[in-house]
């Protein structure tokens, strides 16, 4: 299996900040790396696909970058309904896996 | 507007099987650009795979589930079906059904539904 692990495993920031989080894969994923968004109680939220494809409906304030073993998910200008956990996937080879996940908390 | 909802016991006991479906609207599950699956949420934990399938073709599963998982889709019904055998409370989570598209994103996901496996 593809391990994929988030770093950090939880941030704090506050509104109006520029934030990245990284995800790396034990073994290359090529562009198969999305990104999605959780709020408590929520189903996740699909944001990016392939690396950089930004969902419809996303706002432009996230972004994708990265190929084959580390990829980063940045928010330009945090808002206060960004503060949610954040996971990524690899779907480049089965099974599909999730990194640990991003805690985005207020600081 | 595509929908997910899942159905199904919210409580089961061990050793038994798990059986939950997913009514879909708004899209036919037979459409061959878009795959069907579940994914599992233990309580403040993080996310699992557990498996997919095409209209078209066989299902993916997750091995760490071994034999005991079996997705299955019924056109009629227009709904998708995850059957886990053997639960124990490791199984105890909520259980998400999803669409994905071919780059394997998941893009529309139900709300999701807390099975616990307790006696």
């Known amino acids: 299996d593809i391990h994929m692990t988030q770093s950090p495993s939880s941030l704090s920031a506050s509104v109006g900040d520029r934030v990245t989080i990284t995800c790396r894969a034990s073994q290359s994923v090529d562009s198969f790396l999305n990104w999605y968004q959780q709020r408590p109680g929520e189903a996740p939220k699909l944001l990016i696909y392939?690396?950089?494809t930004l969902q419809s409906g996303v706002p432009s304030r996230f972004s994708g970058s990265g190929s084959g073993t580390e990829f980063t998910l940045a928010i330009s200008s945090l808002q206060p309904e960004d503060f949610a956990t954040y996971y990524c996937q690899q779907t480049s080879r089965s099974p599909v896996t999730f990194g640990q996940g991003t805690r985005l908390e207020i600081k | 507007q595509l929908h997910l909802q899942e159905s199904g016991p919210g409580l089961v006991k061990p050793s038994e099987t798990l059986s939950l479906t997913c009514a879909v609207s708004g899209a036919l599950i037979t459409r061959t650009d878009h795959n069907w699956g579940w994914v599992r949420q233990p309580p403040g934990k993080g996310l699992e795979w557990i498996g997919s399938?095409?209209?078209?073709?066989?299902?993916y599963y997750n091995p760490s589930l071994n034999s005991r998982v079996t997705i299955s889709l019924d056109p009629s019904k227009n709904h998708f079906s995850l059957s886990l055998t053997s639960v124990t409370a490791a199984d105890t989570a909520i259980y998400y059904c999803?669409?994905?598209?071919?780059?394997?994103?998941?893009?529309?996901w139900g709300p999701g539904t807390l099975v616990t496996v307790s006696s």
């Open positions: 399938i095409y209209f078209s073709g066989s299902p």
């Open positions: 999803a669409r994905g598209i071919r780059t394997g994103a998941t893009d529309s």
């Open positions: 392939t690396t950089s």
